[in-house]
């Protein structure tokens, strides 16, 4: 079973940066994709960002420009840069680990992310 730890969330302000990391638990998974998912209250949980093993990276359109994911191979890590925070990143962020075309797929707990007006 792999676990995937989150850690960064907190409060911040509009304008602000906040900065996540989840560390997987294994690095078995040669190609995979890991990525940052958020779920605000009533609404379904959507992707942020997502990097595969050879560092291709996807972003919403929401947070382009904005936030930056990227990884560390060696330590099973992936990090998610927030700059220029907005109150509507407000969510729960959730790291995702994935292995294309298997039914290897993992989540993280979840760490808070609040930004106030």
């Known amino acids: 079973q792999v676990q995937l730890v989150e850690s960064g969330g907190g409060l911040v302000q509009a304008g602000g940066s906040l900065g996540l990391s989840c560390v997987a638990s294994?690095?078995?998974?040669?190609?995979?994709?890991m990525g940052w998912y958020r779920q605000a209250p009533g609404n379904q949980r959507e992707l942020v960002a997502s990097?595969?093993?050879?560092?291709?990276?996807d972003y919403a359109d929401s947070v382009k420009g904005r936030f930056t994911i990227s990884r560390d191979n060696t330590e099973s890590t992936i990090y998610l840069q927030m700059n220029s925070l907005k109150p509507e990143d407000t969510a729960v962020y959730y790291c995702n680990l994935r292995v294309p075309g298997s039914n290897y797929d993992y989540w993280g707990q979840g760490t808070q992310v609040t930004v106030s007006s």
């Open positions: 990097i595969t093993s050879g560092r291709a990276t």
């Open positions: 294994t690095n078995i998974f040669t190609v995979n994709i």
